[in-house]
């Protein structure tokens, strides 16, 4: 089965930029969506097919893929960001075709 | 506004039942196929089962096959699952979460709500 692979945390300044990976054999042949999680509350998507975001997500959250890595990037980091999250696939070779990464752990410092 | 509102969670002993149930609203609940994934504690999001519009299509993650019935009532706007034979390890928070329109099922969530825990424990 597909696998992604995150780094367990991730931590920033206020103010900095977040880089945050998820790895996967070719996945940049995926569309890649990503969700955040606060503490206590449900996933919320933040960013889809790579690179698009929801209504009401700031322009701060940005996403790419390419090769075997995606990323989401958080610009001008808040303390608000912190929260962990997770990239997610679609494995149409699967049985089960719902892959999500790990999760990582955001902390701004 | 759309909204899922779970339900039915609580404790079980090992080999017990449970049924949750999603309430929705703010949109067309039949047109939209629905999933159930769930979070143990401290763990990452696990699926666990979908249901086409019409209940023609539905899917379980193999940790749940032949345990778990997922199921809906358009009429009622209303999500289920049955879980039967349950184990320690279905202890989590299980959210439903609705496919976004036009995809294919489990492609992408576009609106999940606040969960329910599920605690099996003798």
């Known amino acids: 089965s597909y696998v992604l692979t995150q780094p367990p945390s991730v931590s920033v300044a206020p103010g900095q930029t977040a880089r945050i990976t998820c790895g996967g054999n070719?996945?940049?042949?995926?569309?890649v969506h990503w969700y955040q999680q606060k503490p206590g509350q449900a996933p919320v998507l933040v960013v889809y097919?790579?690179?698009d975001r929801p209504s009401g997500i700031p322009e701060r959250f940005s996403g790419s893929n390419s090769g075997n890595t995606a990323t989401l990037t958080i610009s001008r980091v808040e303390a608000g960001d912190e929260a962990d999250y997770y990239c997610q696939v679609w494995d149409s070779s699967s049985d089960h075709p719902t892959v999500f990464g790990g999760g990582t752990k955001l902390t701004v410092l | 506004e759309v909204q899922l509102v779970e339900s039915g969670g609580g404790l079980v002993k090992p080999g017990g039942s449970l049924r949750l149930s999603c309430a929705a609203s703010?949109?067309?609940?039949?047109?939209?196929?629905m999933n159930w994934v769930r979070q143990a504690p401290g763990k990452g999001l696990e699926w666990v089962s979908s249901?086409?519009?019409?209940?023609?299509?539905?899917y379980y993650a193999d940790s749940v096959k032949g345990r778990f019935t997922i199921s809906r009532d358009n009429a009622k706007n209303s999500l289920y699952l049955q879980m039967n034979s349950l184990r320690a390890e279905d202890t989590a928070v299980y959210y439903c979460?609705?496919?976004?329109?036009?995809?294919?099922?489990?492609?992408?969530?576009?609106?999940w709500g606040q969960g329910t825990l599920v605690t099996v424990s003798s």
């Open positions: 249901i086409s519009s019409s209940s023609s299509y539905i």
């Open positions: 979460a609705r496919d976004s329109g036009g995809r294919r099922r489990g492609e992408l969530f576009d609106y």
């Open positions: 070719n996945i940049g042949s995926k569309s």
């Open positions: 097919d790579d690179s």
């Open positions: 703010g949109f067309t609940f039949s047109s939209y196929s």
